[in-house]
């Protein structure tokens, strides 16, 4: 993305001078890049979490929203120093190849199969999700996808594999955008698509609703990933992590979206 290009580069990528050479025992500050995914940013959940953090720390926040993909590719590349990212099997394969210092579950929510308000494809009759794509197959009715190797990229695509379809033909929207923008593109087409509950319900003027939900299948677990890599700020880092996963921050987690929507748009796992 032209955004988290350009925003790398004012950074400097790897080795981004002293104030990103903090060692674990150092006093953290400087910069800490934070790569995660578009759902947090989306949501409002770091416009909240980012300043609270910033306050009580020696480190400022960078802040690249993009698909868990991209932000694990960054991390391996160190461009970023610390990943609040949703794509487990993607982070596990990321650890075992040895780019991350620790991994931690922070929290989760789940994801929601959206449609039309008139449900063309009648996807709600099925039983779940998978049973309600093929409905959406069978009647060729539009699908968006945010085709971005995203967390929500891949676990839609592992529900289409489970249904048996490879997704292709007209009918299937590729947006190559992220979560907030797929949706509305998902509302003005009249298409169905899949999208993490807190962005849904933190996207205003929709025209559409939930077609299928709930099931261990739709859980979106999030973890936060101290990146290993030469040059990055490692002491900001753990700190970050240390932060997010503390009792306090994980009661407000716990707590975030309930004025605005009546219901919590993340669930707190640290400790768990």
Known sequence: MVAAAALLAACGGPGRGPQSDASPSSAPGGTLILGTTTSTQDSGLL?????????????????????SGEALAMGAS???????????????KYMAQGHGVSRAAVMHNDFVLLGPKGDPAHASQGKDAVEALKAIAAARAPFASRADDSGTNAKELTLWGRAGIKPEGGWYIRTGQGMGETLTIASQKQAYTLSDRGTYLATRNLDLRIISEGGQELLNPYHVIVVRHAGTN??????????ITSAPRQQEIAHFGVKEFGQPLFFPDAGR
């Open 47 to 67: 416009d909240t979490l980012v300043p609270e953090y910033e306050s009580g720390s020696h480190c400022r926040v960078k802040t690249v929203a993009v698909g």
């Open 78 to 92: 160190g461009n970023a120093d610390v990943l609040l990212v949703h794509s487990p099997a993607a982070e596990l």
């Open 234 to 243: 490692e002491g900001c880092a753990r700190e970050f992590a240390q932060w």
